[in-house]
T-cell receptor
Framework: TQLLEQSPQFLSIQEGENLTVYCNSS?????LQWYRQEPGEGPVLLVT?????EVKKLKRLTFQFGDARKDSSLHITAAQPGDTGLYLC??????????????FGKGTLLTVNP | EAGVVQSPRYKIIEKKQPVAFWCNPI?????LYWYRQNLGQGPELLIR????????DSQLPKDRFSAERLKGVDSTLKIQPAELGDSAVYLC????????????FGPGTRLLVL
C-alpha cells in the first residue's frame, strides 16, 4: 500500500515555466518533508512542514501543507535547468515521541529543458 | 563538515554472490538508517540503529540480509546470497538522534545483480 501518492510521476518543461507537484495521502502526518534527489546522489532535504495550512518559501520554491495535514504541494516559479531532479515527499508520524520513520512517495521526476 | 560517506558507489555482481556495503555517518550522529531505493520508487527503510543497537529491523529480509554497527559509528550491510531482485540503490542516512526529523543521506551504493 502506497501511503503517499505523488503526481505527476514525470514532468518535462521549458526553462522559465512554472509548475506544481502534489503529494497526497489518506493518512494524517505529524510532518511532511520534501527532498530533491539528483542523479547518482542521495536525497537532500528541502523543507519540513509541520502545521496544517503552513506555507514555506525557499527562493523560487513554495511548499504548502494541507489544512488536514494529509497532503502537500510544491510550486516552482520560473524553473531553471538546475531544478532538474527527483522530488520526493516523505511523511512522519508521531510514534512515542520518536519521529524517525519516514514514509516516502515514489517521487516526481522533473526535467527542465534549457 | 563531511557528510555521510558510503562505499562502494557502484557494485556489479552475479546472483548468489555475497556483497557488502559500508557507511560512515556524520560525526556525532547516534542514529543510522539503511534504506533501499528501487528504480522509480522512493527509499524504504531496512533497518535503524541507535548507537550500536538495531532498534527497528522489521523490514530487513533476515534470510539473506544482515547489518552491524559494532562500535556505534560505521555500519555495514551485507547480502548473502544476492538475488536478481536485490538490484537497487542502498542508501545510508544519519541523524543526531531518533527524535530529529532531519536525516542526512549519503550518495548511495548502486547494486546490479546479474
Amino acid at each position: 500500500t502506497q501511503l503517499l501518492e505523488q503526481s505527476p510521476q514525470f514532468l518535462s518543461i521549458q526553462e522559465g515555466e512554472n509548475l506544481t507537484v502534489y503529494c497526497n495521502s489518506s493518512s494524517v502526518f505529524s510532518s511532511l518533508q520534501w527532498y530533491r534527489q539528483e542523479p547518482g546522489e542521495g536525497p537532500v532535504l528541502l523543507v519540513t512542514v509541520v502545521t496544517g495550512g503552513e506555507v514555506k518559501k525557499l527562493k523560487r520554491l513554495t511548499f504548502q501543507f494541507g489544512d488536514a495535514r494529509k497532503d502537500s504541494s510544491l510550486h516552482i516559479t520560473a524553473a531553471q535547468p538546475g531544478d532538474t531532479g527527483l522530488y520526493l515527499c516523505a511523511g512522519t508520524k508521531n510514534s512515542g515521541g520518536s519521529n524517525y520513520k519516514l514514509t516516502f512517495g515514489k517521487g516526481t521526476l522533473l526535467t527542465v529543458n534549457p | 563538515e563531511a557528510g555521510v560517506v558510503q562505499s562502494p558507489r557502484y557494485k556489479i555482481i552475479e546472483k548468489k554472490q555475497p556483497v557488502a556495503f559500508w557507511c560512515n555517518p556524520i560525526s556525532g550522529h547516534n542514529t543510522l538508517y539503511w534504506y533501499r531505493q528501487n528504480l522509480g520508487q522512493g527509499p524504504e527503510l531496512l533497518i535503524r540503529y541507535e548507537n550500536e543497537e538495531a532498534v527497528d529491523d522489521s523490514q530487513l529480509p533476515k534470510d539473506r540480509f544482515s547489518a552491524e554497527r559494532l562500535k556505534g559509528v560505521d555500519s555495514t550491510l551485507k547480502i548473502q546470497p544476492a538475488e536478481l531482485g536485490d538490484s537497487a540503490v542502498y542508501l545510508c542516512a544519519s541523524s543526531l538522534d531518533s527524535s530529529q526529523e532531519t536525516q542526512y543521506f549519503g550518495p548511495g551504493t548502486r547494486l546490479l545483480v546479474l
